[in-house]
């Protein structure tokens, strides 16, 4: 098929670059950390990356990939952190206890609005399908004096924008 799809474009007077993509050297950044406010943290305080970085020095790609292979290899679960160790991250990134417990305020509040989200989004949906129809009847029945109240009577939410 690459074959035929060559001499496809070279008859038309098109010719087609191969193009790739390459890698030399790879330079890594270390972003310290700081309180976040992704509500996806299981417990407590949520961390994540600051905008300061240090910059390490650049290294050859395949070095950089052969050192990464073996810090990753088994089991992914050093990458979680637990309630202690962020706390001593964020205390390190110069927040207090105050701002620890307003940020678990802040996240169990979207938590909870995020719950009452999903309990209503059934819901919802219905309520989308009767506003859309009830916007549909307004355009193909144009309505005469009074129409309108009966109709909001029967349905309120179909006319309700």
Request: charged fraction near 35%; include cysteine; glycine fraction near 4%.
């Amino acid at each position: 098929p690459q074959e035929e799809q060559d001499s496809w474009n070279s008859q038309n007077g098109k010719t087609k670059p191969k193009q790739s993509v390459s890698f030399d050297r790879i330079t890594v950044r270390e972003y310290s950390m700081t309180l976040g406010d992704n509500p996806s943290c299981s417990y407590g305080p949520p961390v994540q990356l600051d905008w300061d970085y240090d910059e390490n020095d650049s290294r050859d790609v395949d070095e950089f990939e052969d050192a990464r292979s073996k810090e990753r290899c088994g089991n992914l679960r050093f990458l979680c952190i637990n309630y202690w160790d962020r706390c001593k991250i964020i205390q390190a990134a110069g927040h207090g206890e105050r701002d620890i417990k307003n940020a678990e305020r802040k996240v169990n509040r979207t938590r909870r609005q995020r719950d009452t989200t999903r309990f209503f989004l059934p819901v919802m949906k219905v309520e989308h399908v009767v506003k859309s129809a009830g916007r549909k009847i307004k355009r193909v029945v144009k309505p005469e004096k009074g129409t309108l109240d009966n109709i909001s009577e029967t349905c309120p939410t179909a006319l309700k924008q």
